[in-house]
C-alpha cells in the first residue's frame, strides 16, 4: 500500500474474503512505480542502441551497429594477432625443433589440448589414460617408441601391427603355460617361448621390439588391461591381435591422420603434446 494512506478508510474493488478482508485500491508505492518506470525507458534505450526489434524481413540494427557476430570475429582477431607470434613459426620447423625450443613448446602443449580432445580422447582418453582396450599415452611405455619423430610417423600413417593367434597351434595346456610365464613377468621361464617362435617379436629376453610395435611382457604394463588380467593374457595369445583368419583376434588399429584428416602443422602439435604427456624419449 501506498505511503499516508489508511487501509481501513481506502475505497475497495468490491471484493471482500471471509467478510473483513478487502482488497483495497491503494496506489502502489513511490519506489515500485519508481523502479517500473525506470525499466521501460531501460528498455526503449536499449531497443535503440542495440539490434532488438523485429520487422518483417530484418530487425532494427541499433545505433550503434554492434552484433554478436561482429563481437565474436574482433576477439578472434584479436586472438589470432597474438597467436601469430607462433603459429608464424610452425609451419617451417620441425617437430623436434619445436620441442628443443621451451617458449614454443609450451605454447604447443596448451593450444594442442583441442586438437587432442577433437581427434584422440575418444580412444586415447581426455588425459591420455586410455579408454578400455587403447594404449596409455600418459606412461613411458612406447609400442612404437617415444622419440618426437616416431611420434609424427605414428599420427601421420597410423599403426596396424599383428601378432599371430596361436590357438590352433598351441594346445590348452601350452597356452596357460605361456600365459602363467607372462604373468609373472618372465615370459622365457619356460621354454615354449622360444620353441613356438615368440622370440621372434617379443625378443629373446622377452622385452619387445619398437621394429614391430610387440609388448614388453616383463615389465606388467598391459595393452588390453583388464579385471581378470590372466583371462586376457590367455585371449590374447589364443586369438592374436589383428590377425585377419581369426573372427575373434583382438582390433588394435590406429587410423592414420596424415593427408585430408589433419595438416602437417596440426601433426607437429598433437606429437609435442603427447610427447609431453608421457615423457617421450
Known amino acids: 500500500m501506498s505511503d499516508n494512506t489508511n487501509p481501513y478508510s481506502a475505497p475497495d474493488t468490491g471484493h471482500v474474503w471471509d467478510d473483513n478482508l478487502r482488497e483495497l485500491t491503494n496506489d502502489p508505492p513511490k519506489w515500485w512505480m519508481m523502479g517500473f518506470h525506470a525499466s521501460w525507458i531501460l528498455v526503449l534505450v536499449y531497443g535503440l542502441i542495440y539490434p532488438s526489434w523485429p520487422m518483417l524481413t530484418t530487425h532494427t540494427k541499433g545505433l550503434t551497429g554492434w552484433t554478436q557476430i561482429g563481437e565474436y570475429k574482433k576477439d578472434l582477431a584479436a586472438l589470432d594477432k597474438k597467436r601469430a607470434k607462433y603459429e608464424d613459426q610452425l609451419p617451417g620447423m620441425s617437430a623436434a625443433a619445436i620441442l628443443a625450443d621451451d617458449e614454443l613448446k609450451n605454447y604447443v602443449v596448451r593450444s594442442a589440448k583441442v586438437l587432442f580432445g577433437d581427434n584422440c580422447a575418444a580412444c586415447h582418453g581426455t588425459g591420455g589414460q586410455g579408454n578400455p582396450d587403447f594404449p596409455v599415452l600418459a606412461d613411458d611405455d612406447w609400442l612404437y617408441g617415444g622419440d618426437i619423430n616416431t611420434i609424427v610417423t605414428s599420427i601421420?600413417?597410423?599403426?596396424?601391427?599383428?601378432?599371430?593367434?596361436?590357438?590352433?597351434?598351441?594346445?590348452?595346456?601350452?597356452?596357460?603355460?605361456?600365459?602363467?610365464?607372462?604373468?609373472?613377468?618372465?615370459?622365457?621361464?619356460?621354454?615354449?617361448?622360444?620353441?613356438?617362435?615368440?622370440?621372434?617379436?617379443?625378443?629373446?629376453?622377452?622385452?619387445?621390439?619398437?621394429?614391430?610395435?610387440?609388448?614388453?611382457?616383463?615389465?606388467?604394463?598391459?595393452?588390453?588391461?583388464?579385471?581378470?588380467?590372466?583371462?586376457?593374457?590367455?585371449?590374447?595369445?589364443?586369438?592374436?591381435?589383428?590377425?585377419?583368419?581369426?573372427?575373434?583376434?583382438?582390433?588394435?588399429?590406429?587410423?592414420?591422420?596424415?593427408?585430408?584428416?589433419?595438416?602437417e602443422t596440426d601433426i607437429k602439435k598433437l606429437a609435442v603434446y603427447v610427447h609431453a604427456l608421457g615423457g617421450g624419449q
Open 156 to 263: 601421420t600413417n597410423g599403426r596396424n601391427g599383428i601378432m599371430t593367434a596361436h590357438g590352433g597351434t598351441l594346445s590348452e595346456a601350452q597356452i596357460n603355460e605361456l600365459a602363467d610365464a607372462v604373468m609373472a613377468g618372465n615370459p622365457t621361464s619356460t621354454p615354449l617361448f622360444a620353441s613356438k617362435g615368440c622370440t621372434a617379436c617379443h625378443g629373446a629376453d622377452g622385452k619387445g621390439s619398437n621394429l614391430f610395435g610387440s609388448a614388453n611382457l616383463t615389465d606388467g604394463i598391459w595393452r588390453f588391461a583388464a579385471k581378470d588380467q590372466r583371462a586376457s593374457v590367455v585371449y590374447t595369445i589364443t586369438h592374436g591381435v589383428n590377425f585377419p583368419s581369426d573372427p575373434q583376434t583382438r582390433n588394435a588399429i590406429m587410423p592414420k591422420f596424415g593427408g585430408t584428416k589433419l595438416t
